[in-house]
């Protein structure tokens, strides 16, 4: 299995807080993934990097940043949480990136509820 | 855009054979893949073919025919421990990574 864990597992907050998950990876893998997992809409990606300091948009990325400044770390940070985004998130990583089919392996996710 | 449709929920009965389908619209792809997916945990990937045909893997098969938008998955000999969710996955091109889109999956369960 990939080394890859994310912190915390299981967050409860309120409406209006800041809230940032962590991916950690060992892999030394340069790409870089968050996705949400809701109930009827699968696996949709927020947000990329494809090396430090470098990050773009994913399919669902209004309210969410991210920063990666080791290429170990992806953080994920909810400004102001908001209903809508309690999920499940997964972070995941890939070696080879863009111009070749390579493989996303995935941490064991963040459950995050926001009341 | 992508489409991508996997029927929602599956039954088979442990030691028989079960086939997962998944059809996609899209322009063009590197590759498409399947993740499995137990509850509560994370995806799992199992196989990913980038060529018309067969892949095959153990009890697990994958086919891909890029004419007909189609591909299916294939589990032999099916075990209790093969219940999870099945997801399909199609890589696309374009930008600084090759991005999946997923399926919303199908949740296969497996009875004695």
């Known amino acids: 299995d990939a080394g890859i864990t994310q912190s915390p597992r299981h967050k409860v907050t309120e409406t209006g807080t800041p809230v940032t998950l962590r991916c950690h990876q060992t892999?030394?893998?340069?790409?870089m993934y968050w996705y949400r997992q809701d109930p009827g809409h699968g696996l949709r990606l927020i947000h990329y990097s494809y090396g430090v300091k470098d990050t773009d948009k994913g399919e669902v990325s209004d309210g969410y940043s991210v920063s990666r400044s080791k290429t170990e770390d992806f953080l994920l940070t909810l400004e102001s949480a908001t209903s809508s985004q309690t999920s499940v998130y997964f972070c995941?990583?890939?070696?080879?990136?863009?111009?070749?089919?390579?493989?996303?392996?995935f941490g064991p996710g963040t459950r995050l509820t926001v009341l | 855009g992508q489409n991508i449709d996997q029927p929602t929920e599956m039954t088979a009965t442990e030691g028989a054979i079960v086939q997962i389908n998944c059809t996609y619209q899209t322009s063009g792809f590197n590759g498409l893949f399947w993740y499995q997916q137990h509850a509560g945990e994370a995806p799992t990937f199992l196989s990913y073919?980038?060529?018309?045909g067969l892949e095959e893997k153990g009890r697990f098969s994958s086919f891909l025919s890029r004419s007909k938008g189609y591909s299916y998955l294939l589990l032999k000999e099916l075990q209790m421990k093969d219940s999870a969710s099945y997801l399909c996955a199609i890589q696309g091109y374009g930008g600084a990574t090759n991005k999946l889109i997923f399926g919303t999956g199908t949740l296969l369960a497996v009875q004695p």
């Open positions: 073919n980038v060529l018309d």
């Open positions: 995941a990583i890939s070696e080879i990136g863009a111009g070749f089919t390579d493989t996303q392996y």
């Open positions: 892999e030394n893998h340069r790409y």
